[in-house]
T-cell receptor, first 115, second 114 residues
């Protein structure tokens, strides 16, 4: 049973297109995240949602818009894709936004390639 | 602000030998510390974490890490490396007073040779 799942696994698209990545967790967690891993493997948080409410937004261009229809899902929509958006995007979840000791569990990643 | 440094881009070790992957951190308060492992084309898998208490933390796959407050370090160790341990390892820190913001180090690639 996959705890944190993402679709699609691979996404190849042209510059200027709009695309979405979906994330679902079946762990019963109330907090979900999006991370971006660049070509040098550097991992940086983009967004965090707690009970469908945005709590972290880390200087990400407004072309990126997260949407959380319920606490088990956090989707990432990207408008007007640019070459620099090429990366691996990871979704993660944890229980308790204020509980700093909570472990974050990661999905398998979505490799986005913008041509 | 919080930060993590993994000073080695790559660590090479022979199978059966002990391994150490280094991590130092900086937080304004007290830290929560984590280690994750990433196998090729896979997501990050949680290995272990330090919250409080015993400075030596044991985790998955025989890994352990030692929290050293005076040196602000949290090095990952294993007594006997396996070829299957070859992967990318990430250290992460969270300041106890900074909510759920997790900051990752740049990663260290571990290569275990037969």
């Amino acid at each position: 049973d996959t705890a944190v799942s993402q679709t699609p696994k691979y996404l190849v698209t042209q510059m200027g297109n709009d695309k979405s990545i979906k994330c679902e967790q079946n762990l019963g967690h109330d907090t979900m995240y999006w991370y971006k891993q660049d070509s040098k493997k550097f991992l940086k948080i983009m967004f965090s949602y707690n009970n469908k409410e945005l709590i972290i937004n880390e200087t990400v261009p407004n072309r990126f818009s997260p949407k959380s229809p319920d606490k088990a899902h956090l989707n990432l929509h990207i408008n007007s894709l640019e070459l620099g958006d090429s990366a691996v995007y990871f979704c993660a979840s944890s229980q308790g936004w204020k509980s700093g000791e909570a472990t974050q569990y990661f999905g398998p990643g979505t490799r986005l390639t913008v041509l | 602000a919080q930060s993590v440094a993994q000073p080695e881009d790559q660590v090479n070790v022979a199978e059966g030998n002990p391994l150490t992957v280094k991590c130092t951190y900086s937080v304004s308060g007290n830290p929560y510390l984590f280690w994750y492992v990433q196998y090729p084309n896979r997501g990050l898998q949680f290995l272990l974490k330090y919250i409080t208490g015993d400075n030596l933390v044991k985790g998955s796959y025989g890994f352990e890490a030692e929290f050293n407050k005076s040196q602000t370090s949290f090095h990952l160790k294993k007594p006997s490396a396996l070829v299957s341990d070859s992967a990318l390892y990430f250290c992460a820190v969270r300041d106890r007073d900074a909510g759920n913001m997790l900051t990752f180090g740049g990663g260290t690639r571990l290569m275990v040779k037969p």
